[in-house]
Nanobody, 129 residues
Framework: QVHLVESGGGLVQTGGALRLSCAAS????????MGWFRQAPGKEREFVAV????????DYGDSVKGRFTISRDNAENTLYLQMNDLKPEDTAVYYC??????????????????????WGQGTQVTVSS
């Protein structure tokens, strides 16, 4: 059972930056594909970014490409999401998620929340205009 805890959220102005962290316990990040999702009030949970278990495959949602970067430190068992040039529409609760599934380029399976087995409790990001 992998336990995930997100941190690093907060209030930031438009154009600002934040780095989210997701600390894992009970399992190794190195054997899991890891993703970030977000959910704004009244909306469905949305795919943000994914990194495959071996780091060979990365993908981002269209709305964050070029602004967000996913990375991990397997030694620290921690996943990160660097968010730059933040916009008010980025305001949401951000969740990290883990799965033992191996995603492949050309597939969109990693967009689906039901592909992930473990979820954190979320961290709030608010971007003011």
């Amino acid at each position: 059972q992998v336990h995930l805890v997100e941190s690093g959220g907060g209030l930031v102005q438009t154009g600002g930056a934040l780095r989210l962290s997701c600390a894992a316990s009970g399992g190794s990040l190195g054997t899991n594909s890891m993703g970030w999702f977000r959910q704004a009030p009244g909306k469905e949970r949305e795919f943000v970014a994914v990194e495959s278990w071996n780091g060979a495959f990365l993908d981002y949602g269209d709305s964050v490409k070029g602004r967000f970067t996913i990375s991990r430190d397997n030694a620290e068992n921690t996943l990160y999401l660097q968010m730059n040039d933040l916009k008010p529409e980025d305001t949401a609760v951000y969740y990290c998620a883990a799965t033992t599934k191996h995603f492949l380029p050309g597939s969109r399976n990693h967009y689906a929340t039901n592909e992930y087995y473990y979820w954190g409790q979320g961290t709030q990001v608010t971007v003011s205009s």
